[in-house]
């Protein structure tokens, strides 16, 4: 049995009176790749934002490597190896592409390494190389997407986070995205993405969730799911 990483229990989180997520359970075990997929406000993002410390929880319980993780900001999960890159990117819009990825390290001390770690993000996303000295807010909306995924990467994550990573993008970086993602995966970093793009999300994924008005509604193998005439009706597009 694999290893769980990440337990969601119970969890409820209310924005004022709104209850955004309802009572969710859900797990990811390590070296999985898990979609959460649903229509919008369906409470995805919400989630992700508990999970990463970003949001109070009303109730409920997240678990990380066994232990409850309730109440611990963001930065000190990046620390314990669970990385966010957020809906919107949340990249530093007046440091430089290069100042943004050394932020992504900020937990890291071994110099040398750090280096090694840039340069590969570098030939992963060409694009953010030749533009290194360039603020991060002039950058285009993909190219912010690859600095996000690029400076999460470099905190050597054991689990990422994503976020709508494919929104606003065109189809080439969205192809380019997801090839990312699958590359990141092949590598052993466990993944929970957030995606409008479902037929692509349970594609790649192990296992998927459909939430819907704040609950999990449906669970499967992603492949599995992608062939279910139901998650097609209403998610698919069919
Ligand atoms: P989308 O795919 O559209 O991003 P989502 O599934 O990620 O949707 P959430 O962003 O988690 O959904 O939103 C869940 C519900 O919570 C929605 O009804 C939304 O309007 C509400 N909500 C989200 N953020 C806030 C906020 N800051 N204040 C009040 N309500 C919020």
Same mark, same amino acid.
């Given at each position: ?13 209310? !924005? ?16 999985? /790749? ?118 999460? /990467? ?30 990141? !995966? ?22 998927? !969730? ?29």
């Amino acid at each position: 049995m694999a290893k769980t990483l990440l337990k969601i229990k119970g969890l409820k989180v209310a !924005y004022g009176g709104i209850q955004a997520v309802k009572g969710v359970d859900f797990e990811v075990n390590e070296g999985e /790749l898990v979609s959460l997929i649903g229509s919008n406000g369906a409470g995805k993002t919400t989630t992700m934002k508990a999970i990463t410390g970003s949001l109070p929880i009303n109730d409920g319980d997240i678990e990380y490597l066994g232990k409850s993780i309730r109440g611990q900001g963001p930065w000190d999960l990046v620390k314990q190896g669970l990385a966010m890159v957020p809906e919107g990117r949340g990249i530093f819009t007046r440091m430089t592409i290069l100042e943004n990825l050394q932020m992504g390290a900020y937990i890291r001390d071994d110099k040398a390494e750090i280096l090694i770690d840039i340069d590969k993000v570098f030939t992963i996303f060409p694009r953010l190389k030749e533009r290194k000295d360039q603020l991060a807010g002039t950058l285009s909306g993909g190219e912010q997407q690859m600095l996000a995924m690029g400076r999460a /990467l470099i905190s050597r994550p054991k689990v990422l986070l994503l976020d709508e990573p494919s929104m606003g993008l065109s189809p080439i970086m969205v192809d380019k995205i997801f090839e990312v993602i699958r590359d990141v !995966y092949a590598q052993g970093v466990t993944i929970l993405l957030v995606e409008q793009n479902a037929s692509r999300a349970l594609a790649i994924a192990d296992r998927g !969730y459909v939430m819907d008005s704040g609950l999990i509604t449906m669970t499967g193998e992603g492949k599995t799911m992608l062939t279910d005439p139901k998650v097609r009706a209403a998610y698919l597009g069919e």
